[in-house]
């Protein structure tokens, strides 16, 4: 027994001061193993001692939830050394990045590490998400995790939004006036929100501290109580889907292998990959800074931030009150509320529900491809409704008759897909959300790409 | 008797905590929205340089639009001799218009607004015509109000300022 603790005073400072922080390494070998599991156990914390060998093919979930963690760690890492230097007021704001990135050594490449990371976490949650949805991750017991990662996913899109601001260059200020004049179009209480939000009517110092808090404080607050609660739900709903083919049954085959090595191991390589990849990145390619912002001079054209380009291209076609509040207040219940309709079956695992399911998928993303381009196209050059209906409201010509259209369309293909496959409504409520989503994605295209001075049509 | 009180009165004092909490919880909301919201400035005077003096009369001709940057608004003076202060602030999401000499139009440089010389639209998307700012005239000297902007769906001849009275 006395031989298993070594004598304190045989020691050297540092053996001393190295064992009063890890005890356990003074012991015997057969406790410095217990001593192991102890560290084990703590990364296994937030998973499973042992995880189904089928989930853990790359080709389940693609690394995309391990991603994005490690994407925030990386943004929360530098952001915190950002800190240090950025001073969040108007006549600082835009000196201290000049300053950040000439003086400061690395500064320009964390500020580089911060911008791309922020902006690639956006597409990898989107991405993640897609992935969820389309292996029916979303079926009980999963359905609160969706609704907990959608909340993260607006999170991430307003620490984008505020992260946006603080440079105050010209790119910044004017996204940002434009971002939070969409506020006004929400009915009711739409004044008092912008104004709540910019901290008076117009964008200035109080709007900066504002947007300071929420991205470095009150949005990193919630990520850190939402992510581990997403992981948790992860384990108890006993690890993640197990994928399997359409044909196949669920089956509770027990093929559980240890997470350490086999789990821990393909997370690490995933996440070297994708940090060596950022950091390429971020030597190659700068974060924009245009000119100090002026409020006086408005660039010509002026964007959105690139994840707005959508809600922006909309608002060429559709009236304001439908295109910035009806229509993604529309979107959003609708994302809510999939994981609670009432679904024919189980499709949980199966890539895309069924082989009928994958046909309708391709059959919606090429409808969308087809008929997004086609309706932009016709709506700039040809349709315009408010010269063929004069007398009506604008909200009437451009809001309720075109979105009036765009539904009867959407409810079209629903009932046709339906009807041409005899579909269970899962496949036909998923081909309506590939139809939407590319939809979408066609429109942010176009708004990033296609849209040149006064907001025109060109050919990049 | 008392093993029916006890948990009577264990459950209405778990009732009262709750209410009380939840007292507490709406307080603090309270307060931190009377907190956040925009404060008003209560030094008297201090807005009085949101007054702009713009200029004699004379200064400006009929049928042009002259820019005031500090002020953020344009001074145009109609053809027939009378005033009106625009916001340079787009209606549509707030972008700031420029005044285009050659067309005779305010062209917002952001999604194609386009506003005639008395803030009208001409171009959708904006929906409505730009703000105006109150004008008043005396001993021939303009001055112009910046400090509420005036909403309005379309231009009316009432919001024209004149330096006399029309004939
Ligand atoms: C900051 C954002 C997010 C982070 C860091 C994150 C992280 C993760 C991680 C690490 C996993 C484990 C498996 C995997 O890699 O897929 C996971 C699973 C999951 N995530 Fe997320 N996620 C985020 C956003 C979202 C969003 C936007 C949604 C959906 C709306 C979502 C829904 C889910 C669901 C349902 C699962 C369980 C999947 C399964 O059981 O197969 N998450 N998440
Ligand atoms: C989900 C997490 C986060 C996202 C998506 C995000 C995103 C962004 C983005 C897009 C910018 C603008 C960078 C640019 O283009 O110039 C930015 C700036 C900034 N962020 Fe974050 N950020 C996150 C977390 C944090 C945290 C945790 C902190 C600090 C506590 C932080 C501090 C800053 C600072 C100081 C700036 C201004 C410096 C600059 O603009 O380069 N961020 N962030
Ligand atoms: S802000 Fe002027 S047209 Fe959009």
Redesign the pocket.
């Known amino acids: 027994m006395q031989e298993n603790t070594a004598m304190p005073d045989q020691l050297n400072l540092f053996q001393r001061i190295r064992y009063s922080i890890f005890p356990g390494t003074l012991q015997r070998p057969a406790y410095r193993d217990r001593y192991r599991n102890f560290f084990n156990s703590l990364i296994l914390h937030f998973r499973p001692r042992n995880v189904q060998q089928r989930t853990l093919r790359f080709t389940?979930?693609w690394?995309?939830?391990?991603m994005?963690?490690v994407l925030?760690c990386m943004l929360f890492a530098t952001g915190l050394m950002l800190k240090f230097v950025y001073q969040p007021v108007p006549d600082r704001a835009y000196e201290s990045i000049i300053h950040l990135q000439n003086n400061v050594l690395f500064g320009q490449l964390i500020r580089n590490v911060h911008h791309w990371s922020g902006n690639i976490?956006l597409i990898i949650?989107f991405l993640?998400?897609s992935?969820?949805f389309f292996?029916g991750?979303?079926h009980s017991p999963?359905q609160f995790?969706?609704v907990?990662?959608?909340v993260?996913?607006l999170a991430?899109l307003t620490s984008n939004i505020t992260g946006y601001l603080l440079p105050w260059d010209q790119l910044a200020f004017w996204a940002i006036t434009i971002c939070t004049g969409m506020l006004d179009y929400v009915p009711g209480i739409g004044e008092w929100l912008q104004k709540l939000i910019r901290g008076g009517n117009e964008i200035g110092p109080a709007t900066i501290s504002i947007f300071f808090a929420i991205h470095t404080a009150i949005i990193p607050a919630c990520?850190l109580v939402l992510?581990p609660w997403?992981?948790w739900r992860?384990r108890k709903?006993g690890?993640?889907?197990i994928p399997r083919r359409p044909d196949e049954d669920e089956d509770s085959e027990d093929d559980k292998v240890p997470t350490i090595p086999n789990l821990i191991l393909r997370e690490i390589v995933v996440a070297l990959v994708l940090i060596a990849a950022i950091m390429a990145i971020s030597v190659i390619f700068n974060a924009p800074l245009e000119a100090k912002a002026n409020p006086g001079l408005s660039p010509n054209p002026t964007k959105a931030p690139w994840y707005f380009a959508g809600v922006q291209e909309l608002l060429l076609h559709f009236h304001p009150l439908f295109a910035l509040f009806i229509i993604p207040v529309f979107m959003l219940i609708a994302?809510v509320s999939i994981p609670y309709l009432n679904y024919q079956t189980d499709t949980a695992g199966v890539w895309f529900a069924s082989h009928r399911g994958r046909r309708m998928t391709a059959v919606a993303a090429l409808t969308a491809v087809i008929i997004t381009p086609i309706g932009i196209i016709a709506d700039e050059f040809v349709i315009d409704f408010a010269a063929w209906l004069p007398g009506q409201p604008s909200v009437v010509s451009n809001g309720i008759l075109p979105a009036a259209i765009v539904l009867a369309g959407i409810s079209m293909f629903y009932w046709l897909v339906k009807k041409k496959y005899a579909a269970t409504n899962n496949e036909s409520i998923q081909s309506v959300f590939v139809l939407l989503v590319v939809a979408f994605v066609i429109l942010t295209i176009t708004g990033i790409w296609f849209r040149g001075k006064g907001m025109a049509l060109i050919w990049p | 008797m008392k093993s029916e009180a006890a948990p009577n009165r264990r459950r209405f004092l778990n009732i009262f905590w709750i209410i009380l909490g939840g007292v507490a919880v709406a307080e603090f909301v309270a307060v931190a929205f009377a907190f956040l919201r925009p404060a008003k400035s209560k030094t008297p005077g201090e807005n009085t340089d949101l007054i702009f003096t713009a200029g004699a009369v004379e200064r400006f001709r009929p049928n042009s639009v002259t820019a005031f940057v500090r002020g953020k608004f344009y001074l145009a003076r109609l053809e027939d001799g009378g005033f009106l202060a625009i916001s340079r602030t787009c209606t549509h999401l707030g972008c700031s218009v420029p005044w285009m000499e050659k067309e005779m139009k305010f062209a917002c440089p952001c999604h194609g607004s386009a506003f005639d010389i008395t803030g009208n639209v001409l171009e959708a998307p904006a929906p409505r015509a730009l703000d105006i700012y109150p004008i008043t005239i005396e001993n021939r000297i303009v001055k112009v109000d910046t400090r509420n902007p005036i909403k309005r769906s379309a231009f009316q001849v009432e919001q024209v300022v004149y330096h006399k009275k029309k004939a």
């Open positions: 389940l979930t690394g995309l939830g391990g994005a963690v925030v976490l949650v993640h998400l992935r969820v292996t991750a979303f999963r995790n969706w907990i990662g959608l993260m996913f991430v990520l992510m997403h992981f992860v709903a690890g993640l889907v994302l």
